[in-house]
């Protein structure tokens, strides 16, 4: 079985500032996927970002990069120079590699990007 | 291109009657997935298919939700006796499947009410 654990319920940052937000995970797959999701208060569910267990390098997409640490089974999100419009609900996912399982969600960050 | 659409997006419906919530994934996709998201939670797995094959079913809360895809595109989930506790956000996803990690593309919702 898989957990995800988000810690942080709710997050504030100044904007154009960096952000973390936290994502620790356990599984007893040797392969498995990280993933986070964007939900604004539309609540639509945005897919932002992937990274491999076995990648090598650590996952980028735009201002969004994801911090792996495979020792500490962690998979922060860092959001770099905040923008008001991302002020929304993140979550961290996850699922083994293996077939195409659903999602392990967790229960989510609250971000809040103050100008 | 044409995302994940869902329908209705709302309905409120009386404790005890049956709902259906249709959920047409993107073109193409293989896989199917059904979660059901509480206010101010991740989504939780329901159930999902590849193709029209229903893979797993053991997030289901009880018998009177069912599943189906029979031509291995659109997809019904089906709330039989709706009670009050069943009042939540569905979620439908799809992703293309071929047991890769690809990531699930959500649809909008249906937000259900039972009053």
């Known amino acids: 079985a898989q957990k995800i654990t988000q810690t942080q319920p709710g997050m504030f940052v100044q904007e154009k500032e960096a952000v973390t937000l936290d994502c620790t995970y356990d599984t007893s797959d040797p392969s498995y996927g990280l993933f986070w999701y964007k939900q604004p208060s539309s609540g639509e569910m945005i897919f932002l970002i992937y990274q491999g267990s076995y990648d090598q390098q650590n996952a980028t997409e735009g201002r969004y990069s994801l911090n792996f640490q495979k020792a500490r089974k962690s998979a922060n999100l860092v959001i770099s120079a905040s923008q008001l419009g991302d002020s929304a609900m993140y979550f961290c996912a996850m699922r083994p590699n293996s077939g195409n399982t659903p999602l392990v969600f967790g229960k989510g960050t609250r971000l809040s990007v103050i100008a | ?115």
Not at chain 2, 5 to 17: E, F, H, N
Not at chain 2, 45 to 50: I, V
Not at chain 2, 64 to 88: K, N
Request: net charge positive; aromatic share 12%; charged share 20%.
């Open chain 2, 1 to 115: 291109g044409a995302g994940v659409s869902q329908s209705p997006r709302y309905k409120v419906t009386k404790r005890g009657q049956d709902v259906a919530l249709r959920c047409d994934p993107i073109s193409g996709h293989v896989s199917l997935y059904w979660y059901r998201q509480a206010l101010g939670q991740g989504p939780e797995f329901l159930t999902y298919f590849n193709y029209e094959a229903q893979q797993d079913k053991s997030g289901l809360p009880n018998d009177r939700f069912s599943a189906e895809r029979p031509e291995g595109s659109i997809s019904t989930l089906t709330i039989q006796r709706t009670e009050q506790r069943d009042s939540a956000m569905y979620r439908c996803a799809s992703s293309l499947g071929g047991g890769l990690p690809y990531e699930q593309y959500f649809g909008p919702g249906t937000r259900l009410t039972v009053t």
